[in-house]
């Protein structure tokens, strides 16, 4: 079956734009997460969707948003981009209920940002 | 705060050797510790997973060792081959869909 798909691969924006990252998780996988993966930083978690809903949130700003739609697709949206949010955006898509389920990451979205 | 310790930050290993990573945690709510492998340009890819009514799990080449008393678990790679480098991390969760990774971990295989 198709893995997790996330488009596009690579973005170069400028400081002060914004930008829409997209996911679509794995048939049948209604839980979509987003992490940032930063040299630096490692790997954080930025929020999680289930079924439409935001069930969880890192230590994010509130530049950092997104949406989950009825098919499940997810879409991370960050507005007013700074040098800093350069990064490899992750996402992973699991069953997400309660119990030994596994997360399926995605290629990611390599965001450059001069 | 870093919710899950993991060390070394890298290591090298000759083919036919064993890898080890360990890792901590704090979070005694954790109950789901999955390892993931990445290569360059990758995604991180679920490797193996425990739960912590289990000491030991082994897949194929990989073990994981879990410690709950001492709040630590380890990957061990055995007979580690070229194909095996690549970077490690440890993960924890305790809801399954926030996970707390640890920093990671360079595994380099000469051959």
């Known amino acids: 079956k198709a893995g997790v798909t996330q488009t596009p691969r690579y973005l170069i924006k400028t400081r002060g734009q914004q930008v829409t990252l997209s996911c679509s998780p794995i048939?049948?996988?209604?839980?979509v997460s987003w992490y940032q993966q930063t040299p630096g930083q490692g790997l954080q978690f930025l929020f999680e969707?289930?079924?439409?809903?935001?069930?969880n949130k890192g230590n994010f700003p509130g530049r950092f948003s997104g949406r989950q739609f009825s098919n499940s697709r997810s879409e991370m949206n960050v507005s007013t981009l700074e040098l800093g949010d350069s990064a490899l955006y992750l996402c992973?898509?699991?069953?997400?209920?309660?119990?030994?389920?596994?997360?399926?990451f995605g290629q990611g979205t390599r965001l450059t940002v001069v | 705060q870093q919710q899950v310790k993991q060390s070394p930050q890298s290591l090298i290993v000759q083919k036919g050797g064993i890898s080890i990573i360990n890792c901590a945690y704090e979070?005694?709510?954790?109950?789901?510790f999955p390892w993931y492998q990445q290569f360059p340009g990758k995604g991180p890819a679920l490797l193996i997973a425990?739960?912590?009514?289990?000491s030991e799990k082994k897949e194929g080449r990989f073990t994981i060792s879990f410690n709950k008393s001492a709040k630590q678990f380890s990957l061990h790679i055995m007979d580690s081959q070229p194909g095996d480098s690549a970077t490690y991390f440890c993960?924890?969760?305790?809801?399954?869909?926030?996970?707390?990774f640890g920093a990671g971990t360079t595994v380099t295989v000469r051959a």
């Open positions: 993960a924890a969760t305790f809801n399954d869909y926030k996970l707390s």
């Open positions: 969707y289930f079924s439409e809903t935001q069930r």
């Open positions: 048939s049948g996988h209604r839980s």
């Open positions: 979070n005694t709510a954790f109950d789901y």
């Open positions: 425990i739960r912590p009514d289990v």
């Open positions: 992973a898509s699991s069953l997400g209920w309660r119990g030994p389920t596994e997360a399926f």
